[in-house]
Antibody, heavy 121, light 109 residues
């Protein structure tokens, strides 16, 4: 069974930093693109970042470029999101999600339960 | 930046049929946008329903179908059940990035 478990969320002051983690199980983590998606309270979904299996391709939404960095450790079956210079508008539940490329593109076919990040003074 | 537009809300009767649509600010939605659809119920993580326009996941009920309709991506629910009441999000691929629609809140009444 595919499982994605996020952790690392919490309350942080504006300008602060936080590192989110996502531990994967039930599949060969190193074979899949992985992503972060967020959802502000009462709002819709927003793709934040994704990266390929070998850490050679990374993409971030414009609103977090230069502040957030996605990374992974395939030996630990783990995905990370380093979040710096946090703003109130970054307040959201952050989901980890898996993407399958072959045989057809299946974005975000599995999701974790999410971890809440609150940016407030 | 691409803006993806969905109907904010729709209402359907049990047993009825409803179509949700997904439009792109850049023009007609084609298969090259790899349109996908997700269902989310309150307090839960989203669940993938449809990928690459019309393909269903192994867990997707047969009453859900995806298509391209009039320059938009579409999700059709046939024989709607009360359990289908949820928010539905479409997703489009746009130049190495992904863009979600604002979501459609579907009420079954």
């Amino acid at each position: 069974e595919v499982q994605l478990v996020e952790s690392g969320g919490g309350l942080v002051q504006p300008g602060g930093s936080l590192r989110l983690s996502c531990v994967a199980s039930g599949f060969t983590f190193s074979a899949f693109w992985m992503s972060w998606v967020r959802q502000a309270p009462g709002k819709g979904l927003e793709w934040v970042a994704n990266m390929n299996q070998g850490d050679t391709e990374k993409y971030h939404v414009d609103s977090v470029k230069g502040r957030f960095t996605i990374s992974r450790d395939n030996a630990k079956n783990s995905l990370y999101l380093q979040m710096n210079s946090l703003r109130a508008e970054d307040t959201a539940v952050y989901f980890c999600a898996r993407t399958q490329i072959q045989p057809l593109l299946q974005p975000f076919n599995y999701w974790g339960q999410g971890t809440l990040v609150t940016v407030s003074s | 930046q691409t803006v993806v537009t969905q109907e904010p809300s729709l209402t359907v009767s049990p047993g009825g049929t409803v179509t949700l649509t997904c439009a792109s600010s850049t023009g007609a939605v084609t298969s090259g946008y790899y349109p996908s659809w997700f269902q989310q119920k309150p307090g839960q993580a989203p669940r993938a329903l449809i990928y690459s326009t019309s393909n269903k996941h192994s867990w997707t009920p047969a009453r859900f179908s995806g298509s391209l309709l009039g320059g938009k991506a579409a999700l059709t629910l046939s024989g709607v059940q009360p359990d289908d009441e949820a928010e539905y999000f479409c997703l489009l691929y746009s130049g190495s990035t992904w863009v979600f629609g604002g979501g459609t809140k579907l009420t079954v009444l």
